[in-house]
């Protein structure tokens, strides 16, 4: 094994304890020399771990770190495909750099890249995504999705779909889907999506879904030019919001999402889209690239593309862009 699975293997034993572990136990367990125990103890400590050693009884976990870690993450997960690989950091540039990059050199559908900050967070349209260390969410997913190209809209959907149910059953608190990548709170952005792909004319290698969402965040923190319409869900219920759980939930909701998606279940997407919808029915403004649509939002088709009804009756469908909510 190598030294991380090590680490892994150690944690769980400690945390199935009661009481202390002894060196010769993990040693008989795991097959290795004490020596080599402690070199992994040590390794855990240097990660935030508090792990207690007393002389003839072994070794006892005390407490975990307060930042993400790949062990933590892991640890309960219960997830087939999604987070059997996760790289934990405490800052990138970005979440989508590192697993586009790892994506390339060949890394396997399901790997998971999160950080405690990013230093050059990536938004939509080529905008920054605010984001201070050990508040909020940064995460990326790396899929190899076995659709067509003109599909991808849906992986966006998805995603948001999954995150807004996660944080129903964290928080009891329904998010808004505003499309194609928002996630909002009584109108204000709580999240949002950035999907990147690399494919070819009829081909798709590989899908990045980078997910950040705003969790503890205080207001203090948010830019000034933002501050009022932008949330976090501390701010909105009022208490912290465990990063841990409501990762992990993100994590096996986007594993159920993309398992029906994969196995021709658009339509079922799609419905449960419309229900959480924030733009179905209203007046909106689509903008790309310099054109402007105004017209009342339809829903989506079968593609994730937006259908918009447009003066005079003519129904646009728009793939990308940014889309306001008109009178809001």
């Not at 080599?36 to 070794?59: D, M, N």
């Not at 021709?264 to 903008?287: I, N, P």
Request: proline share 3%; charged share 25%.
């Amino acid at each position: 094994m190598r030294g991380a699975e090590v680490a892994g293997r150690i944690l769980e034993m400690l945390r199935g304890q009661e009481g202390y572990l002894s060196g010769a136990e993990m040693s008989r367990v795991l097959g290795m020399s004490r020596s080599a125990i402690w070199k992994q103890i040590r390794s855990l400590r240097r990660e935030g771990y508090t792990i207690e050693a007393r002389q003839a009884s072994g070794y006892r976990l005390i407490a975990v770190p307060t930042h993400l870690t790949t062990w933590e993450l892991q640890a309960g997960l219960g997830t087939h495909v999604f987070g059997k690989k996760i790289h934990a950091f405490i800052q990138v540039d970005s979440t989508n750099e590192v697993a586009f990059r790892r994506a390339l050199e060949g890394a396997e559908e399901g790997e998971v890249i999160v950080a405690e900050a990013q230093a050059k967070g990536k938004g939509r349209m080529g905008r920054s995504w605010e984001s201070p260390s050990g508040v909020n969410i940064y995460l990326s997913l790396i899929l190899r999705p076995k659709i067509l190209p003109n599909r991808i809209p849906l992986i966006t959907l998805m995603a948001a779909v999954a995150c807004a149910e996660a944080i129903e059953e964290v928080t009891k608190l329904m998010p808004a889907i505003k499309w194609p990548n928002d996630l909002l709170i009584d109108g204000k952005k709580l999240g949002g999506i950035l999907t990147e792909a690399d494919m070819e004319m009829d081909v798709i290698n590989f899908v990045i879904v980078g997910i950040g969402i705003n969790v503890n965040m205080p207001r203090s923190s948010f830019p000034q030019p933002i501050e009022d319409v932008v949330t976090s869900l501390r701010e909105e219920l009022e208490y912290e919001i465990s990063r841990l759980a409501l990762l992990q939930e993100i994590l096996r909701k986007m594993e159920l999402w993309y398992t029906k998606l994969s196995e021709g279940e658009g339509e079922d997407l799609r419905k449960r889209w419309e229900t959480l919808s924030q733009v179905t029915g209203r007046e909106v403004e689509a903008r790309f690239m310099g054109a402007v649509v105004r017209g009342k939002a339809l829903g989506i088709d079968e593609d994730g593309a937006l259908l918009v009804q447009a003066n005079g009756g003519t129904v646009k469908r728009i793939v990308a862009g940014d889309v306001t909510l008109r009178g809001w």
